[in-house]
């Protein structure tokens, strides 16, 4: 496939910038990727296209403030993205900095409110590895002097509200730097009513880090490499999806990251470990029936996962639709349900 495949013209006015009032307020496009055929409906009646045994699987990741701002010795400006524990050396861990370039080791990075950092070696050309330099462990200091890492195209700084509103409802493992934006839709409420009607929900974890969003540049898609990001599945969730298979009941996963996992654990069987699947167009789907996702960027490895399971065609025209229909796009918009 190649790149230019992923591309679609997409209005800036159509990218959501703020999140709905009411998350299942959201608009719903259905699209039956066999015969083509879309129907416009709202998040909140999902229930009444889904049916008795279905299974959801929702990824219970919780995002934590990954964004950090520092100064160096000099006084330049540093701005952090703090991507998960690495192990080595002790108490380290992987990072991204934005704007700056070689920073020697053994830099010295100092907070606002005092604390400080330090470049103890870098994991690879560009991911450097961050330790404490004083007392506070780097998981305290991120809860106190963290920041969310809004997408880049939320062109505005994150406010306090943005700690709830880019959190689904049913988060609850800290350690992804962005949300698994599907599953925003979802309430408390609607959840208890899918229950009441038979639909089943099961929890994946993946921890969605920057390889999700690092854009693709390979002309030929299939060359592009995903940087990995650990998952895990429960017991219980592997009991729910073998008793889907034994009954003939579809497994809906619920965003991406929620079909990374699945698709993982499909093809090596591990319920636990970290994922490099880049899916792509001739991918052969092993664990899910049907997906809901959001709307996404071009040129990015989440379109080509949703054009690898619907058709590149489908999922074109599925978007020119929706952007016919003004529908809001990316992070904090609209949802679409691929049957």
Request: aromatic share 8%; charged share 25%.
């Amino acid at each position: 496939m190649r790149l230019t495949e992923l591309d679609y013209n997409l209005p800036p006015e159509l990218v959501a910038q703020e999140p709905l009032e009411r998350r299942d307020e959201a608009r719903l496009m259905v699209l039956d990727r066999r015969s083509g055929t879309i129907e416009h409906s709202r998040f909140y009646k999902l229930g009444g296209v889904l049916r008795d045994g279905d299974l959801l699987v929702l990824n219970d990741t919780r995002v934590f403030p990954a964004r950090l701002f520092a100064r160096k010795p000099t006084g330049g400006a540093v701005e952090l993205l703090m991507v998960r524990p690495a192990g080595e050396p002790a108490g380290a861990w992987l990072a991204l900095i934005r704007g700056h370039r070689g920073l020697r080791e053994g830099t010295r990075l100092m907070l606002d409110d005092g604390h400080a950092l330090r470049i103890a070696g870098y994991q690879r050309p560009g991911r450097p590895l961050i330790v404490s330099d004083d007392s506070l462990p780097i998981e305290a200091i991120l809860e106190s002097a963290g920041t969310l890492a809004l997408p880049h195209y939320i062109h505005r700084e994150p406010r306090a509200a943005d700690r709830e509103d880019y959190q689904t409802v049913f988060a609850a493992r800290p350690g992804a730097v962005a949300a698994p934006t599907a599953g925003l839709h979802f309430t408390r409420d609607l959840l208890a009513r899918l229950a009441a009607t038979g639909v089943r929900t099961a929890f994946v974890t993946l921890h969605i880090g920057p390889g999700t969003f690092t854009p693709l540049r390979s002309a030929q898609v299939e060359a592009h490499t995903m940087e990995a990001e650990w998952y895990t599945i429960a017991p219980a969730t592997l009991e729910a999806l073998a008793l889907a298979r034994r009954t003939g009941a579809r497994v809906i996963a619920v965003g991406t990251s929620s079909v990374r996992a699945l698709e993982s654990h499909a093809i090596t069987g591990d319920a636990e470990g970290t994922s490099g699947l880049f899916i792509s167009s001739g991918w052969r789907f092993r664990a899910i029936d049907a997906m809901v996702t959001n709307f996404h960027m071009p040129r990015s490895t989440v379109l080509a996962m949703v054009m690898a399971f619907a058709g590149r065609e489908e999922i074109l025209g599925a978007y020119r639709e929706a952007m016919r229909h003004r529908y809001r796009f990316l992070s904090y918009g609209d949802a679409m349900l691929i049957l």
